[in-house]
């Protein structure tokens, strides 16, 4: 898997609420590149499968009730410093902490409909991607 890339979801509230234009559009001009993307409704056992690390969270019950109430748009996006960078331009989870200008200030409603999601690591992006994914589909 080459350097430089990692997973985002725009989540139901942001497809729901007309931001993807938006935000593809911050992406771009932010200097990531869309290497791969696809629309899907996923089914709860595939949201819980994605969201594994959090099972045993308080929210994790509502997360996968929220992540499968509607469309999503998964992306592969590459660029320098690619985890980080794309989670600056997210904001903090809770959109009320996050800084002026970030995604998530600017179309996010609460700590769950934060309607973004980006890879909190290198390691976790070549997992992320893979269950989205395959080499196939990835144009790097
Ligand atoms: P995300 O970055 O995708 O990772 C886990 C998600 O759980 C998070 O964004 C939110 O959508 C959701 N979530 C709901 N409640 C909380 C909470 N109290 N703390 C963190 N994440 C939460």
């Not at 997360?63 to 989670?87: D, E, F, H, K």
């Amino acid at each position: 898997m080459p350097a430089g890339l990692t997973l985002s979801i725009i989540k139901p509230d942001g497809v729901a609420q007309g931001n993807v234009g938006d935000i593809l559009k911050i992406l771009e001009s932010n200097e990531f590149q869309i290497r791969a993307s696809k629309m899907l409704h996923l089914t709860e056992k595939q949201a819980a499968g994605f969201y594994q690390v959090h099972r045993s969270k308080s929210f994790f019950k509502d997360l996968i009730r929220y992540m499968s109430s509607g469309p999503i748009v998964v992306l592969v996006l590459q660029g320098t410093n690619a985890v980080n960078r794309l989670r600056d331009l997210m904001g903090a989870t809770d959109p009320q902490k996050a800084e002026k200008n970030t995604i998530r200030k600017l179309f996010a409603t609460s700590i769950e409909k934060n309607v973004i999601h980006g890879s909190d690591s290198e390691e976790n992006a070549v997992t992320e991607i893979h269950y989205f994914f395959s080499d196939l589909e990835l144009l790097v």
